[in-house]
């Protein structure tokens, strides 16, 4: 009775149709926007936007004050609205669901959903990894930090080690450059445009790597890598490559980068006094760098030498 009587044409009798409105109201037929809101747990707001964009107009509104009413037709039309929202559809989407007449479509959409909440899932998780990496480099940063700034023997704990240094796979780039720190700031931009572009995730920390012997390194002239471990679809990047799987000599240094070489002779002479020969490229892995803190003197980086035994 209630739709006949809404979707009907004005007639010349509005005292009649108002009489038939507030019957249909009082019968429970139709709502104030303020009853859907409660009843539906809906803002008032997001009733009045469906009601803009059209996706659920008020069953009636009355000319002469502008109140607007719902049926309880449109109840249920909520209900299945906040349903494929929860399911995270657009407005859009749900636009076309709501008609619910195709169920090949409704199909096709849902596997459509499935996919990009998938997809999405995986966008955490290696987000959630980068975020436990990040913790894991910061804590041994800060740590390393501490014992330096006591005066604390680092020996045992932070100095000069050997050991294996893992397979990782990298996102690089390689190319003669001069090396300054203007340099490297174009070259991790470009790393990053590299990450934006094959939709790949940052999985540790920057590095650089040094593949001209330092008894010669020319610093207008550098032959430099900069890479950065990556997670995600790899296949599709032509800049990827395996870094790690050789012995090397580490040590952490503290402080700017200008001063650094102190550490690498300190790494040197180690490498020197145990019967072992230093390979090229050396590498720097950033632990503690300018996007953890704004102070030079705080920063952390690993240096990693390759070295051979000397027969």
């Given at each position: 009775m209630a739709d006949n009587y809404i979707n009907a044409p004005l007639g010349k009798?509005?005292?009649?149709?108002?009489?038939?409105?507030?019957e249909l109201k009082k019968s429970d037929e139709l709502y104030t926007v303020g009853q859907i809101s409660n009843m539906c747990n809906i803002p008032i707001k997001t009733l009045r936007y469906y009601d803009e964009i059209g996706l659920l107009p008020p069953e009636y509104i009355d000319e002469q004050n502008n109140y607007r009413y719902?049926?309880?037709?449109?109840i249920l039309q909520l209900s299945i609205i906040?349903?494929?929202?929860?399911?995270?559809?657009?407005?859009?989407?749900i636009r076309a669901l709501i008609k619910r007449e195709d169920l090949a479509m409704l199909e096709k959409k849902l596997e459509d959903k499935l996919q990009q909440t998938v997809r999405k899932i995986q966008e955490l998780e290696y987000q959630r990894k980068k975020i436990e990496t990040d913790i894991q480099y910061l804590k041994m940063g800060k740590e390393f930090s501490e014992y330096w700034d006591n005066g604390i023997e680092l020996r045992d704990k932070f100095g000069i080690e050997i050991k294996e240094i893992p397979k990782v796979r990298v996102l690089y780039t390689r190319y003669r450059c001069p090396s300054n720190p203007g340099s490297y700031i174009k070259r991790y931009s470009e790393l990053g445009a590299l990450l934006e572009k094959y939709k790949l995730h940052r999985a540790g920390?920057?590095?650089?790597?040094?593949?001209?012997?330092?008894?010669?390194?020319?610093?207008?002239?550098?032959?430099?890598?900069?890479?950065?471990?990556?997670a995600g679809d790899l296949s599709q990047c032509p800049n990827i490559r395996e870094?790690?799987?050789f012995l090397g000599v580490t040590m952490l240094h503290k402080g700017e980068y200008s001063k650094m070489t102190e550490s690498y002779g300190a790494a040197m002479n180690w490498i020197d006094r145990n019967g072992y020969e230093f390979m090229v490229p050396a590498t720097e892995k950033y632990i503690i760098d300018p996007t953890s803190t704004g102070l030079e003197e705080n920063y952390?980086?690993?240096?990693?030498?390759?070295?051979?035994?000397?027969?």
């Open positions: 009798d509005t005292a009649s149709k108002r009489d038939n409105i507030n719902y049926s309880k037709k449109q906040k349903h494929f929202k929860t399911s995270g559809f657009s407005l859009e989407d920390p920057l590095m650089a790597i040094f593949y001209d012997h330092y008894t010669v390194f020319d610093y207008d002239n550098a032959d430099v890598e900069v890479c950065v471990p990556v870094y790690g799987g952390v980086t690993e240096i990693i030498l390759p070295v051979k035994k000397v027969k």
